[in-house]
């Protein structure tokens, strides 16, 4: 092999070699940063409202606006979703005990359905699930990815749509 042949293939082998590392495996996240590629993720889902939630989530906006959902995960791929007011600050609550989470990639619809943490009570603030194919596609909202939160309250549904937001603020790893 020639000389230059063995430059370029010694510098793309040094370009994979130190490409990204996964460095959040080492790391535990009690936010809503959706990351398995080692870099910032702060994502503010449906709108921004410039700060966290009462339960240190990012929040999303359900309807006008009338209910708020915050949501955080973990990196074992937890989901938590707690039910908020519209001004996004206080705890609200449902008689039904399930949220439902759904996402498109291309033409395939995934819905997956999260459970209230106490489902014998009467009414309901906080769902969970344990699904790191959501979390994944929750990580991809912008990049070919959309999902949807819809929780029913009384005899409406009421729906917000996640949004990508800036990888540049968010929590460090």
Request: charged content about 20%; aromatic content about 6%; some cysteine.
């Amino acid at each position: 092999m020639n000389f230059i042949a063995r430059i370029c293939l010694s510098t793309i082998a040094l370009v994979f070699i130190t490409g990204c590392s996964d460095e959040s495996a080492s790391h535990s996240h009690n936010e809503t940063e959706v990351t398995n590629d080692g870099h910032d993720h702060g994502h503010d889902h449906g709108h921004d409202h410039g700060s966290d939630g009462p339960h240190g989530g990012h929040i999303l906006g359900l309807g006008d606006e009338e209910y708020h959902l915050e949501w955080l995960h973990n990196d074992a791929g937890k989901l938590t979703f707690y039910l908020l007011d519209a001004t996004a600050k206080e705890d609200v609550t449902t008689t039904t005990n399930s949220i439902t989470i759904e996402t498109t990639v291309k033409d395939e619809i995934k819905s997956v359905t999260l459970n209230s943490t106490t489902p014998d009570a009467e009414t309901h603030n906080c769902f969970e699930a344990i699904d790191p194919v959501l979390l994944q596609r929750l990580e991809l909202v912008g990049h070919g990815v959309t999902a949807k939160a819809t929780v029913q309250i009384g005899e409406t549904a009421y729906s917000g749509e996640f949004e990508h937001h800036d990888h540049g603020h968010g929590h460090a790893h």
